[in-house]
């Protein structure tokens, strides 16, 4: 199993390279970034910082561990321009860019900054018209489509990428999300406990056979909230309170426990955002810790 390190990209930009160069110098198998422009509730003017930029500053910075966003909104840019970002980013790394792909659901960003936003039909529509020219520029080189969404005539992609530059889709929808992670997709994201990634994951499997896709070409990789807990009575008090995301709550011990859980529901890849991991020095030993006392035994 691979473990990657999600970033907040609302903190200051010298804690977001510091962050992103330590999980890599650390062993960190993936470092990954939301695609956001603005916070979904509460103060809009905190700052946050663009994934792309990002994403290239780390590549410059880092070596060996894999990187994306988590995912890019398709409302956010036209396609093959994304690609092309994509791209340049993966040049800059040397291959190591996973290409992470929604189609899009944070409203207030698109109202204020005047993006079309449209219906839920409208957004899937325009994914998937989105992922028939991105796979057909890595792949061919040029694509031409004339979408209802988007058309484009005999577009280049030139340079290639350096890497296999792998699209990411993600989000649990189980008619259309899904059905197009296995048309489509080399891997797969969700938030996601051990039960809903085995669930949703025999469902996706069906898409495949319908499809006739291999579903093992696929990876699977899901997100968790990180409570790393001194005790089990701690642990107790916390799973209590009803944590509204996916969360990994408990000792080392308990942990592990629930690592095999996720092995056994074919997870390839565990996502820790560090949204619950504090700062400072805090921060750093809990993220080492995660590491060295639950993660290591499942190192790929």
Same mark, same amino acid.
């Given at each position: 199993?691979?473990?990657?390190?999600?970033?907040?990209?609302?903190?200051?930009?010298?804690?977001?390279?510091?962050?992103?160069?330590?999980?890599?110098?650390?062993?960190?198998? $993936?470092?990954?970034?939301?695609?956001?422009?603005?916070?979904?509730?509460?103060d809009?003017?905190?700052?946050?910082?663009?994934?792309?930029?990002? !994403?290239?500053?780390?590549?410059?910075?880092?070596?060996?561990?894999?990187?994306? +966003?988590l995912?890019? $909104?398709?409302?956010?840019?036209?396609?093959?321009?994304?690609?092309?970002?994509?791209?340049?980013?993966?040049?800059?790394?040397?291959?190591?860019?996973?290409?992470?792909?929604?189609?899009?659901?944070?409203?207030?960003?698109?109202?204020?900054?005047?993006?079309? /936003?449209?219906?839920?039909?409208?957004?899937?529509?325009?994914?998937?018209?989105?992922?028939q020219?991105?796979?057909?520029?890595?792949?061919?080189?040029?694509?031409?489509?004339?979408?209802?969404?988007?058309?484009?005539?005999?577009? +280049?992609?030139?340079?290639?990428?350096?890497?296999?530059?792998?699209?990411?889709?993600?989000?649990?929808?189980?008619?259309?999300?899904?059905?197009?992670?296995?048309?489509?997709?080399?891997?797969?994201?969700?938030?996601?406990?051990?039960?809903?990634?085995?669930?949703?994951?025999?469902?996706?499997?069906?898409?495949?056979?319908?499809?006739?896709?291999?579903?093992?070409?696929?990876?699977?990789?899901?997100?968790?909230?990180l /409570?790393?807990?001194?005790?089990?009575?701690?642990?107790?008090?916390?799973?209590?309170?009803?944590i509204?995301?996916?969360?990994?709550?408990?000792?080392?011990?308990?942990?592990?426990?629930?690592?095999?859980?996720?092995?056994?529901?074919?997870?390839?890849?565990?996502?820790? +955002?560090?949204?619950?991991?504090?700062?400072?020095?805090?921060?750093?030993?809990?993220?080492?810790r995660? !590491?060295?006392?639950?993660?290591? +035994? /499942?190192?790929?």
């Amino acid at each position: 199993m691979r473990f990657g390190f999600w970033v907040g990209n609302g903190h200051e930009w010298g804690e977001i390279l510091r962050r992103g160069v330590r999980a890599a110098e650390t062993g960190w198998d $993936g470092l990954w970034v939301a695609d956001h422009f603005m916070p979904f509730t509460g103060d809009d003017d905190k700052p946050i910082h663009e994934a792309w930029a990002v !994403l290239a500053a780390w590549a410059q910075a880092t070596e060996g561990v894999r990187l994306g +966003p988590l995912v890019c $909104g398709n409302t956010y840019r036209n396609p093959a321009v994304l690609l092309k970002q994509a791209v340049t980013t993966d040049h800059i790394s040397n291959g190591r860019v996973v290409l992470g792909l929604g189609s899009g659901w944070q409203e207030n960003e698109h109202v204020a900054y005047g993006l079309e /936003f449209g219906t839920f039909t409208d957004r899937f529509e325009r994914l998937e018209e989105a992922l028939q020219v991105i796979t057909t520029l890595r792949d061919e080189g040029r694509a031409s489509l004339d979408g209802a969404h988007y058309s484009f005539v005999d577009a +280049p992609l030139s340079p290639g990428p350096v890497g296999p530059l792998p699209i990411l889709l993600g989000g649990g929808g189980e008619k259309k999300t899904l059905r197009m992670v296995a048309q489509y997709a080399d891997e797969w994201n969700v938030w996601s406990d051990p039960g809903i990634m085995a669930q949703k994951s025999a469902v996706l499997d069906a898409h495949c056979e319908r499809l006739g896709r291999d579903p093992k070409a696929i990876q699977r990789s899901s997100v968790a909230l990180l /409570f790393l807990c001194d005790t089990e009575d701690e642990a107790s008090e916390l799973w209590a309170k009803g944590i509204e995301r996916p969360s990994l709550i408990g000792t080392p011990a308990q942990l592990q426990e629930q690592m095999a859980a996720y092995v056994d529901a074919g997870v390839d890849e565990v996502i820790i +955002p560090d949204f619950t991991l504090g700062s400072g020095a805090r921060h750093d030993e809990l993220v080492d810790r995660f !590491l060295a006392e639950v993660a290591a +035994p /499942f190192r790929n």
